[in-house]
């Protein structure tokens, strides 16, 4: 519940409170208790574990969660009109946003992190070398975050756990040479009531995702499988991330689409998964541009 909603809720309590105390003197006690705790209800029901926050997939590297309180988190966001082909989401669609990370200065990677920020105010989180580049193309200083493997930040309730990306890291903005766009980014999102979505972004199979596991003990993990990892590495990377996390219960394929070779789509990738054996179960999803999935501490479901 936002600030605003509890206040009118407040003032609509108070007011039948009062109704109350002129009807049945007796009444006070009882209806203060009773209004405090319809005040509380919904902020404390909303910080639950089980609570679920949504994850859609908009194709390639583009992830969109919601948190349970409505923030919005965009992972890579490379729309349609920008060549992401399959992706069901255009400039025009994305109304609102809380924060973007940006792993890296490859276009795809970066998508229209800049376009989003000047419309929505959004801040990036993205590495320094690539923050002075977004400035030059009217991304706002004050709103950009500047990261580097290790950082930590907080937006509005959510935290970001800043890691290392195994990948490349060029920005080309037009004519000339590229320029270096800093060390790649990975990212573990922790949501309001504790449960933790890692993006790899387009990382190659790295023993450091064993120390993910250790350290941060994510629920879920977006894993790319056309980019710097097959399918089967990105199996092996969810076995890593399991090392010491007892947390993690669901997979999904990122950096991919049905435009690519049949061995690095989805289905490749759930196989692969299916097929090793893990020390507990682990569901691997494919999923479809546009789906949403409700996302809690415990499993996944589609919405």
Do not use: C
């Amino acid at each position: 519940m936002n600030r605003s909603h509890a206040l009118l809720v407040w003032a609509v309590m108070a007011t039948a409170l009062l109704v109350m105390t002129l009807i049945r003197p007796e009444a006070p006690e009882a209806a203060s208790r009773w209004v405090q705790d319809a005040v509380r209800m919904p902020a404390a029901q909303a910080q639950t574990p089980d609570a679920p926050a949504q994850l859609e997939w908009d194709s390639w590297l583009f992830y969109r969660l919601t948190s349970l309180t409505g923030k919005v988190i965009l992972f890579s966001p490379w729309l349609r009109e920008s060549g992401n082909r399959e992706s069901p989401l255009t400039l025009e669609n994305i109304e609102t946003a809380n924060v973007i990370l940006v792993p890296d200065g490859h276009g795809d990677d970066m998508g229209q992190a800049v376009e989003i920020h000047r419309k929505t105010g959004a801040p990036i989180v993205t590495t320094f070398e690539l923050a002075s580049w977004m400035v030059s193309r009217g991304a706002d200083t004050t709103k950009l975050l500047r990261a580097q493997p290790g950082s930590r930040f907080e937006v509005d309730g959510i935290k970001i756990q800043v890691v290392n990306s195994v990948h490349g890291s060029g920005a080309f903005g037009g004519p000339g040479p590229s320029i270096y766009g800093g060390p790649a980014l990975g990212f573990i999102v922790t949501l309001e009531n504790g449960v933790k979505i890692y993006h790899a972004q387009s990382s190659a199979l790295t023993q450091d995702m064993q120390l993910y596991g250790r350290l941060y003990k994510p629920h879920v993990a977006l894993l790319p499988i056309g980019s710097s990892m097959f399918p089967d590495e990105a199996a092996i990377a969810a076995e890593f991330l399991m090392t010491d996390n007892p947390n993690l219960h669901s997979v999904f394929p990122t950096h991919h689409n049905s435009l690519i070779a049949v061995e690095r789509q989805g289905p490749a990738f759930v196989k692969a998964v299916q097929s090793r054996r893990y020390r507990r179960d682990l569901a691997a999803f494919d999923p479809k541009p546009g789906q949403v999935f409700l996302v809690n501490a415990t499993s996944t479901r589609p919405k």
